[in-house]
């Protein structure tokens, strides 16, 4: 890519930073960093993600959303924690949006899938059944990176590959407690893309991955 369709695509991008969004209903909740993060994402064609410690959030039912959301923020009322349940679940309108959804490729830990809600028992089970009918749209792609897996990049931690149409370049999203920092340098991303391959490698074949999902779903451990 030439430094000129970079820049063209930083001042496209640059434009539609001022349009209103729907997020901005939520601007007393959602920080400016989740914000920009939802922005990128609802700009974008398409997502690789790699999940070791949650189901990635376009993917989460209502409820596993809010048991997560209030595990994670720590501080926040139960009203804010709704709320940015409902924003959770707005965002996942991106994977059946008319015109073209985003494409995602997803690859989860299967330590995710055995995590158990003792309260609310029943959560996991139907995340389980939402990860498996997500699974099936032609435009999503799942995989399951086995326990015994052999040692991968994704040993260092989870991320997201976020691509754009046209000229934009691809950005990489980082989050953690404190909220989310990006990856722009073009060597850098190229380094997050090798590692995905690598990891979608050592992953469980998609068909493997949606018959464990589905056994897991019919409470049968293996």
Excluded at 94 to 120: D, N
Aim: charged share 20%; proline share 7%; glycine share 8%.
């Amino acid at each position: 890519m030439t430094a000129p369709e970079i820049f063209d695509a930083l001042e496209g991008l640059a434009k539609d930073a001022g349009k209103r969004g729907w997020w901005q209903t939520y601007s007393g909740i959602v920080a400016p960093a989740y914000a920009d993060c939802i922005s990128l994402e609802s700009d974008s064609a398409g997502i690789r993600v790699f999940a070791p410690l949650l189901i990635p959030g376009l993917m989460r039912t209502a409820a596993y959303a809010r048991e997560t959301i209030a595990g994670i923020t720590m501080t926040r009322t139960p009203e804010e924690i709704a709320a940015l349940a409902e924003v959770r679940m707005a965002r996942q309108a991106v994977l059946t949006r008319p015109g073209g959804p985003l494409t995602m490729w997803a690859v989860i830990s299967e330590a995710v899938l055995r995590q158990r809600f003792a309260v609310r028992p029943d959560t996991m089970r139907d995340q389980l059944r939402r990860l498996r009918e997500v699974a099936e749209l032609p435009t999503i792609t799942v995989q399951i990176m086995p326990l015994d897996a052999t040692p991968h990049p994704g040993s260092a931690g989870g991320f997201s590959l976020v691509g754009f149409p046209g000229a934009m370049p691809d950005v990489v999203l980082l989050e953690n407690l404190i909220g989310a920092s990006y990856v722009e340098n073009v060597a850098e991303v190229k380094t997050f893309a090798d590692a995905f391959d690598r990891i979608v490698a050592a992953a469980l074949p998609v068909d493997d991955s949606v018959g464990l999902i589905t056994r897991m779903e019919e409470g049968k451990t293996t």
